[in-house]
């Protein structure tokens, strides 16, 4: 499916959406209008496509950090894995109280749980700045992805206010890239899933300014921050070099990074296009690893949003980050598939690659 298949599935944001959108840039820093983005930015196509091919998101009904993560997809977690976070941190803003519930920093990474609910307990929707009231509810509950009704309806049938919340984190006054997501646990509680790229450690800690926001309708937007600490654990890195075209296909596939924690192992595949063959500029092609001894994929790990750039002027050479596999694979070898979530091609042939 190509770009302008993409744009007639979504269509145009409604005025509303772009009043809020503007409201929210004019109260923003500059540095932030360009640093920062969005889970629901990035991977809107993406999550169209998982919805059609049947993937069920868990509403997290108040677990942790490595429970809501075990959600998304087939990504677990070791058994008895435990974060450790004991903090308890808290921001009022208005009448909307974000809270920590968990948060855990893996190499250079962070990943949290915020909590977002009203200061007298009562009941409320929370969405992300990007959502509009004309979104499906499934949106936010994610157990009920068939449900017709738009927020806006599931709002007025249950008299609930709607607040708009986001958070986002800061090193030495820049803001950091990251991911953000947001689900509904109950109609009194949002929990908001950050997951913030090279937080940076000095002595085995990050010390982040953690920023939150809310607004609802017109009213003025409103904003807090806390400095916090987070400790870290470091990663254990290396490189695979592998520079092998795949068979049958225009991709060769230059090397593979890997960093292994207690939770999963990250891999980002570097990868070159042969610009001689039918090439597109939307041609970019994420990776997923095969146990040899089954061609069965691996299971996924625990953290990462896999994202994909381009690390060149031509658009021909690209970074496919954050792919995880399971903090249980042992094996020594993988095979390596490749795949384009904006064509119809089949998935590529495989190559065989030695990580260990």
Do not use: C
């Not at 929990?191 to 939150?212: H, I, M, P, R």
């Amino acid at each position: 499916m190509k770009r302008e298949d993409w744009q007639a599935a979504f269509g145009t944001p409604t005025a509303s959406f772009d009043a809020r959108f503007q409201q929210t840039l004019n109260h923003l820093e500059e540095d932030r209008k360009m640093k920062r983005f969005t889970l629901r930015t990035v991977i809107l196509a993406v999550a169209l496509l998982l919805a059609t091919m049947g993937v069920v998101y868990a509403a997290t009904n108040g677990k942790t950090l490595q429970d809501f993560i075990l959600g998304r997809g087939d990504a677990h977690l070791p058994e008895n894995f435990a974060t450790g976070y004991d903090q308890d941190l808290t921001q009022t803003v208005g009448d909307v109280r974000f809270r920590i519930r968990d948060a855990y920093v893996n190499g250079n990474t962070l990943y949290a749980i915020i909590e977002a609910s009203r200061t007298d307990g009562s009941p409320a929707l929370f969405l992300p700045q990007d959502y509009t009231e004309e979104d499906l509810i499934g949106n936010l509950y994610r157990e009920m992805l068939e449900d017709p009704r738009t927020i806006a309806e599931y709002a007025r049938e249950k008299n609930l206010p709607i607040y708009w919340v986001d958070s986002w984190f800061k090193r030495n006054g820049e803001v950091m890239e990251g991911t953000f997501d947001i689900a509904m646990e109950e109609d009194r509680r949002g929990a908001l899933f950050a997951e913030v790229f090279e937080v940076g450690v000095q002595d085995g800690f990050a010390a982040l300014t953690w920023n939150v926001m809310a607004w609802q309708d017109a009213q003025a937007i409103q904003q807090a921050d806390k400095e916090i600490t987070l400790p870290v654990e470091e990663s254990k890195t290396w490189e695979v070099p592998v520079n092998q075209r795949i068979e049958g296909s225009r991709i060769t596939v230059d090397a593979i990074f890997f960093r292994q924690n207690r939770m999963d192992i990250q891999a980002d595949v570097t990868y070159h296009i042969d610009q001689a063959s039918d090439w597109h500029a939307n041609d970019h092609y994420s990776f997923e690893f095969l146990d040899p001894a089954t061609n069965e994929l691996i299971p996924g790990g625990a953290g990462g949003s896999s994202t994909i750039a381009s690390t060149n002027e031509e658009d021909t050479a690209f970074i496919h980050k954050f792919i995880t596999l399971s903090a249980e694979f042992t094996g020594d070898t993988v095979l390596l598939r490749a795949t384009n979530p904006f064509s119809e091609e089949e998935p590529t042939g495989t190559i065989q690659v030695k990580i260990r």
